[in-house]
């Protein structure tokens, strides 16, 4: 029995190995995170509005086909091109020279939406809350948001609408495009 019960142990040990090492193998951190919340005076929602992983995995929760039940996150797998390229813009210093905060009201305060945008870059992480966030209306009020904020407004409605299929509730898109982003 005396020595049968170390190698029990060493046999309990080597098990569990293949285990810890699996555990250690972590998901890939985002590389690009925005947190959509939307408001009103009876309720408050908060959905991912687009995460970027750094191996180009990309996830967003739908906006047309709610159900609070199950919010399952719509998924889509970025190419190298892309990613590269969006890896490139946050890691710019006109990214990450940003504000921390822009928040503009264009009349009622009783509803409304909050971007929380948070960029990885190594081990530091900038992060931009957008207040009703829309570069059109600013440019035609002569407020205008700074061109890389616009931008990164841009890329996120871009890839957003390749990850989850769905038309966003403006034509962002093609805004952007006569914008030159």
């Known amino acids: ?16 190995i293949p285990t810890l090492m699996a555990q250690q193998v972590s998901k890939p951190s985002p590389l690009l995170e925005v947190i959509l919340t939307t408001y009103e005076v009876s309720r408050t929602e908060t959905l991912v509005y687009l995460r970027v992983l750094h191996d180009g995995h990309a996830e967003a929760h739908s906006m047309r ?6 919010l399952a996150l719509k998924q889509a797998q970025m190419s190298a091109t892309e990613l590269a390229a969006l890896s490139e813009f946050l890691g710019s210093s006109t990214v990450q020279q940003l504000a921390p905060k822009y928040e503009r009201y264009w009349g009622n305060v009783d509803f409304g939406q909050t971007w929380e945008i948070t960029i990885a ?14 570069p059109f209306l600013a ?13 990164l407004g841009c890329l996120i409605w871009e890839q957003r609408t390749k990850v989850t299929g769905e038309p966003l509730e403006r034509n962002y898109v093609a805004g952007c495009q006569r914008l030159g982003y």
């Open 1 to 16: 029995m005396k020595k049968c019960l170390p190698l029990c142990l060493l046999f309990l040990l080597a098990s569990s």
């Open 65 to 70: 086909q709610v159900d609070f039940r199950n």
């Open 121 to 134: 870059k190594g081990e530091t992480k900038k992060s931009i809350i957008l207040e009703s966030f829309q």
């Open 139 to 151: 440019r035609t009020k002569k407020k205008p948001y700074p061109a890389e904020l616009e931008k």
